[in-house]
């Protein structure tokens, strides 16, 4: 079945340091890939998609590339900050389906 | 403020007794969902709606039985609750778009609930 798989956490780094989540899927069909963002004790918010092979999505300085021939979305921000600080979900979701398949969740620590 | 609102925010309740949780939706949705978030933040979809139909069911026990009145709403009822109910449960909405497309989810603030 569908399915995706992040990194183990917890990550925890130093401010301004170079942040990679790593997210694999396996799809049946082409999915529409996600990353989600929950800050403690919020519900989930979109930071970033794409919805074909090649597209990048970024917001907040942070970015993903749709890589098909490795069926990767890993997620990377250049200088993170203790703001970042939150879990974060890769996610898919295939035409039609109308349901998103997250993978495990990533904490992220991000120390001063 | 527009929104996906979830009621009530903490749910602390006995085994065996009955809850619910409600949700809506300002944003002019068609589709709204139910998932839940275990003790290892794993998401997992449980039911989706559009325009009051059931779409989706994904092997979720017979005690939780959602319900949608209109388009805006979708309540989710808990039977004869469980220790392992123990979870958050986040709603959700969107636009269900055409067979080839796919519309961003968003998501409620969520209700923890916790089966004593």
């Known amino acids: 079945g569908d399915s995706v798989t992040q990194m183990e956490g917890p990550v925890t780094l130093s401010e301004e340091a170079f942040l990679t989540i790593n997210c694999t899927y396996t799809a049946t069909g082409y999915p529409s890939l996600f990353w989600y963002v929950q800050y403690p004790g919020e519900g989930l918010q979109l930071l970033l998609k794409?919805?074909?092979?090649?597209d990048k999505g970024s917001n907040k300085g942070f970015e993903a590339t749709y890589r098909k021939e490795t069926t990767s979305f890993h997620l990377e921000k250049g200088s993170v900050q203790v703001s970042d600080s939150a879990v974060y979900f890769c996610a898919l979701s295939l035409q039609g389906a109308q349901k998103l398949v997250f993978g495990q969740g990533t904490r992220l620590t991000i120390n001063p | 403020d527009t929104a996906v609102s979830q009621t009530p925010k903490y749910l602390v309740t006995q085994m065996g007794n009955d809850k619910s949780i409600k949700c809506e939706q300002n944003?002019?949705?068609?589709?709204m969902y139910w998932y839940k978030q275990d003790s290892k933040k794993f998401l997992k979809i449980m039911f989706s709606?559009?325009?009051?139909?059931?779409?989706i069911n994904e092997t979720v026990p017979n005690r939780f039985s959602p319900k949608s009145p209109d388009k805006a709403h979708l309540n989710l009822h808990i039977n004869s609750l469980e220790l392992g109910d123990s979870a958050v449960y986040f709603c959700?909405?969107?636009?269900?778009?055409?067979?080839?497309?796919?519309?961003?989810?968003?998501f409620g603030p969520g209700t923890r609930l916790t089966v004593l």
């Open positions: 709606y559009n325009n009051k139909e059931l779409i």
């Open positions: 959700a909405s969107s636009l269900r778009g055409g067979t080839l497309s796919y519309n961003e989810q968003f």
């Open positions: 794409a919805t074909k092979a090649d």
């Open positions: 944003l002019g949705h068609d589709t």
